[in-house]
């Protein structure tokens, strides 16, 4: 029996998104679960496409990085709970804030190798709802009692139960290998790289610019699905300047002289999902639905900012992207100048700075501003961490085919973990 020959891969098509507004945490979504939120932003994309009948998609991939127990099967829930068929398989994934474009990744490589002809892939993460651990003392002694033979073996062990280990474990946003918040880290890489508070501030600014210019003309009109009695990103400043920014104090970084990263340039903790419709060329022609923009390449890395960012170095915790995307374009015979659009997640106005000047270090041609974030990005909209991902893939391919011409986007996502994520997206 001869092998079975791979197929030929098929260009993947970005049909769509659809997210609800974020919001910042403990505010209008405080209340709202993953599955919620998730489940929203997905019955917004059935309703737009018309998704309602058995067999519309092949598969949903979604994740979430701040899950509750209950969320274990956070995916296949979602679908169960939403307008699309109950009979749709789903999966969850998750690479902490790269989780919203690795799972459009995996669900393209299915429609280019031509296992599924639709996919819908999203994320979803609540500041607001994050799980509470049980004190592990506390755990270690109810297993212990659990374990017991006997009446009298299990009153021994919840004797040693204290009134300390009654308080929960709370999530914390730090790096289990070095104890430092992500904040912490991007201060680190800031100062590495000589990034300074007013180049912050005026990037933090223009995003607000930018993405409040984007919904005066319509632009999410498409995109954003209305929830909970909010329109809008919440975290919108649309009088953001330079002048006001500069007036924040400092909050991370502050162990060094002349900190410069602050809430202003740093985006907050935010509730919020977004999903994304991927097809085959085929699948769209058939349903009468023209890509916005084509998947084309993508590209994963990681840095040891162990040893790297601690020591000061330039292996910061957010800098992996500065080695994946000199090696996708690389790969894909393509300079920066060829894109007319890049999108490169603020999860600090410091961290995009440093990856711009990485990249020119490592021999690329500099980012054009003018084609940086044009509709507005994290520091703006906020960052659910695994909703971003998605999000950014479903504005970008907008933006490309709001252009209606042949044009190319660099998406560049930064994660904790000292990793990254990028891709690239095409129209023509």
Not at 15 to 36: K, L, M, V
Not at 267 to 284: C, H, Q
Not at 311 to 322: H, R, S
């Amino acid at each position: 029996m001869s092998p079975l020959k791979p197929p030929a891969a098929r260009r993947v098509a970005i049909i769509g998104g659809a997210r609800i507004p974020f919001a910042r945490s403990d505010g209008p979504y405080a209340t709202a679960s993953n599955q919620e939120m998730l489940t929203a932003a997905l019955d917004g994309l059935v309703e737009r496409y018309g998704l309602q009948e058995p067999g519309a998609v092949g598969e949903f991939v979604a994740g979430a990085v701040l899950k509750h127990a209950r969320d274990f099967n956070l995916a296949r829930e979602t679908v169960l709970g939403s307008k699309l068929d109950a009979r749709t398989p789903a999966y969850d994934i998750q690479q902490a804030c790269g989780t919203g474009l690795q799972a459009v990744i995996a669900a393209a490589n299915k429609i280019a190798l031509g296992q599924t002809e639709s996919a819908v892939a999203g994320g979803a993460d609540t500041a607001s709802d994050a799980p509470l651990g049980v004190n592990d003392r506390l755990r270690r002694i109810l297993l212990e009692a659990r374990r017991a033979k006997s009446a009298g073996g299990r009153l021994k062990a919840l004797a040693r139960v204290r009134p300390s280990h009654l308080i929960p474990d709370i999530p914390r946003n730090a790096e289990p290998r070095t104890g430092l918040s992500m904040g912490e880290h991007a201060a680190v890489t800031a100062r590495a790289w000589g990034i300074t508070r007013e180049a912050q501030d005026e990037l933090a600014a223009a995003s607000h610019q930018k993405l409040a210019a984007a919904y005066e003309r319509g632009f999410f009109r498409d995109l954003v699905i209305p929830f909970r009695d909010l329109a809008r990103d919440q975290n919108l400043r649309p009088g953001s300047t330079t002048a006001k920014l500069a007036a924040l104090k400092p909050v991370f970084g502050l162990d060094a002289p002349n900190p410069t990263m602050t809430a202003g340039n740093s985006t907050p903790l935010t509730d919020g999902a977004a999903t994304v419709l991927l097809a085959s060329e085929e699948w769209a022609e058939a349903r009468g639905l023209e890509p916005l923009a084509y998947l084309t390449a993508y590209e994963t890395a990681a840095v040891d900012f162990v040893a790297g960012d601690v020591a000061g170095g330039e292996d910061g915790l957010l800098m992996a992207p500065a080695y994946a995307v000199p090696r996708m374009l690389e790969r894909a015979g393509l300079g920066i100048e060829d894109f007319d659009l890049v999108e490169i997640h603020e999860a600090f106005a410091s961290q995009v700075l440093a990856t711009l000047a990485a990249w020119e270090k490592r021999g690329l041609t500099p980012v054009d501003r003018a084609r940086l974030n044009v509709a507005g990005s994290s520091l703006a909209t906020g960052h659910p961490f695994a909703a971003t991902g998605a999000r950014i893939v479903a504005t970008l391919a907008g933006l490309l085919a709001e252009r209606d011409a042949p044009g190319r986007g660099l998406i560049s996502v930064c994660a904790a973990g000292g990793q990254g994520v990028t891709a690239i997206l095409e129209r023509n």
